[in-house]
């Protein structure tokens, strides 16, 4: 009987026990999962603001608040491969002998006297060329070169149009616009002013941080960004210095804020 009841005491001592056990395990894990979690929020956290303040840094953006970029006018002067296919404007010019239809937009920095020239006047003086003497046939012939040279003219505009251009040749036509827009009446194609070089920064600092969106792991390029966004700000705090007022309307035009300039940076 003693034995009996001593088996049994053991019996249940050994189930009361390991009922505890297995309680207690339970609260371990789940305590362990909640401390998991709230170090996981933390990170999440860090990474958040970290990420604001790189986007502060290079684009301009502050946390919580508006992109000004859209608004700007460096974003309404550049072009980019979406807007390229998405426009398609053409200038028509009338020729007794048809139109040439000229893009918009052209490669090679052709705007102005030169597309004038191009398409313009020298159609006519090719369709006249060698035509010293008046005839009979000089009417037709000239009309017949100048159907022919109006041909040319829209395979030529094709050719140069800024669809057919790579990478490169929009980068130049951009590059070019910059210099164009940030430059004052006076002193037209002034690359050295300090507005014109923010600028083309810039504009290469979003592209470069368009790649890095795509592309994480392109340690060059990312060292590249870094040193750019500090050598934009350093080019702005000099103008700062020189002329506050010209630094005050400049920020706006590029969709910064002064906070992505002055004090830590952090790319």
Not at 141 to 170: Q, W
Not at 179 to 203: H, K, Y
Not at 223 to 250: C, F, G, N, S, W
Request: charged residues 30%; contains cysteine; proline residues 3%.
């Amino acid at each position: 009987m003693y034995r009996i009841l001593v088996g049994q005491a053991m019996q249940r001592s050994v189930v009361s026990t390991a009922r505890v056990q297995l309680h207690t395990s339970a609260v371990c894990l789940a305590q362990r999962k909640k401390v998991k979690e709230s170090k996981s929020a933390v990170r999440d956290e860090r990474k958040r603001a970290k990420d604001a303040a790189r986007l502060y840094a290079v684009l301009g953006i502050p946390r919580g608040g508006q992109d000004k970029w859209p608004k700007c006018d460096l974003a309404k002067a550049v072009i980019t491969q979406d807007r390229l296919h998405s426009e398609d404007a053409h200038e028509s010019l009338a020729f007794p002998e048809g139109a040439v239809n000229v893009p918009s937009t052209l490669n090679y920095g052709i705007s102005g006297d030169r597309k004038k020239m191009l398409f313009e006047v020298l159609p006519v003086l090719s369709a006249e060329r060698g035509r010293v003497h008046f005839n009979a046939d000089t009417v037709r012939e000239t009309e017949e070169a100048m159907k022919h040279e109006v041909e040319k003219a829209n395979m030529f505009a094709k050719l140069v149009s800024l669809r057919n251009a790579n990478a490169k040749g929009i980068a130049y036509e951009n590059r070019r616009r910059c210099i164009e827009l940030f430059s004052t009446p006076e002193t037209a194609n002034d690359t050295g002013r300090p507005e014109v070089q923010a600028a083309i920064l810039t504009l290469t600092i979003r592209n470069l941080w368009e790649h890095l969106l795509k592309f994480r792991m392109d340690i060059d390029n990312r060292r590249a960004l870094r040193r750019m966004v500090h050598q934009r700000a350093k080019i702005l705090k000099y103008l700062k210095r020189k002329d506050l007022d010209r630094y005050e309307a400049i920020l706006p035009r590029l969709g910064l804020e002064p906070g992505s300039v002055e004090g830590e940076l952090v790319v």
